[in-house]
């Protein structure tokens, strides 16, 4: 896969160890450590030196002979790669056990996403806030996504539902959805769509030890 | 792909659909529907009827003609294909946010998937319950999963803690590792791993947005 002078063309498998390194990066630098050499970061991580070397060539961020890198710069330049140096706002769809999940889980703010809004049609729901994001009604979703400049939306709803609401996302003005459920949704090409279908994922596991007994 | 008379030679695809179906199915019996038809459940989810057709056969259930499949038999035999028929018993590993997240998450129990005990080092987490279920110190595996007969660890520990609470867990008799951290794991080869890397996932999503922008 080669290399382009667009961040869009960074290559996927880049995009997936970025979050990796800067996490390790970060330990390096909490730990007082200035500099980081690729060399150090791919023994640590048990990646190939050569795939880290050039990963992180492609943040666009220049070492310093011998040093490596700055560390603070080095996360600076694949925040900036990843498009985190600015905050994206996220919608979540579907206030159930999953969605109340996620709303209370932080982990998504080192990739400086913020979930600032949640919807959802149970009127029992609407009103209520949950880790401090209010949930609104359905019918609200055009007017507060533009509004609060929503990005990106997490599809949390049951199957059944998945479609009609990635339909009112996409009609809100949504660009990316991050999705949950295990329906695969058609949307607009513009629209992009992240699947993570964890009853898959379970089900795949448990009949491959299922089939080893 | 060719069938197999043994349960595990399902090929993959069929595996990430049966849970689609299943949910489908119940809803069908929700709705007082004795018999569910290949071709119904095709319309309904938007899938291939023919990949349907493939993938309710191989659950060994045979239809009845005109009629279709009788709906219960036909979701125990999709369990039975899964080896969902008897409960998985699973532990978890890492009572930070996502751990916590996932405790409270309700949706695993339509798999069969009980967690049953959760491990961390903070002394300040261990004796606390969460959901229901009790965390106990990590040298507390290799007693306790045995004896709860855990067949499955969820591994949401940070990054740097995965490789040897991975060790701790297959020395303890572990089967398969639901593996939510960022780490690819060296396991031996009997024991199955699932990567669910939400880190990766939201990484790949925010990079698209950002790029199109």
């Known amino acids: 896969m080669a290399t382009s002078e667009k961040p869009s063309g960074l290559p996927f498998p880049t995009i997936r160890r970025y979050p990796i390194y800067l ?13 980081v050499s690729s060399a150090a970061l791919a023994r640590e991580l048990g990646i190939d030196p050569v795939v880290v070397r050039k990963d992180l060539a492609m943040a666009g961020e220049p070492g310093t002979p011998r040093k490596g890198y700055r560390a603070k710069e080095l996360i600076e330049a694949i925040n900036r790669a990843l498009g985190w140096d600015n905050a994206t706002y ?4 579907g206030v159930g056990s999953l969605g109340h999940a996620l709303l209370g889980y932080h982990g998504f703010e080192d990739q400086n996403l913020r979930i600032v809004v949640a919807f959802d049609v149970n009127p029992s729901v609407v009103g209520t806030v949950h880790h401090g994001v209010r949930v609104r009604a359905m019918d609200e979703m055009a007017k507060f996504i533009p509004r609060l400049k929503v990005m990106l939306g997490i599809l949390t709803v049951p199957n059944d ?6 339909d009112l996302l996409v009609a809100a003005g949504i660009r990316g959805i ?8 058609d949307v607009p090409k513009e629209v992009k769509v992240q699947h993570v279908d964890l009853a898959a994922s379970l089900a795949v596991l448990s009949h491959s030890i299922a089939a080893n007994a």
């Open 161 to 166: 539902a998945a479609q009609s609401c990635a």
């Open 23 to 35: 996490r390790a990066i970060s330990l390096k630098i909490a730990r007082g450590e200035l500099y």
């Open 90 to 93: 996220a919608a979540l769809v």
């Open 178 to 185: 991050w999705n949950f459920t295990a329906i695969q949704l």
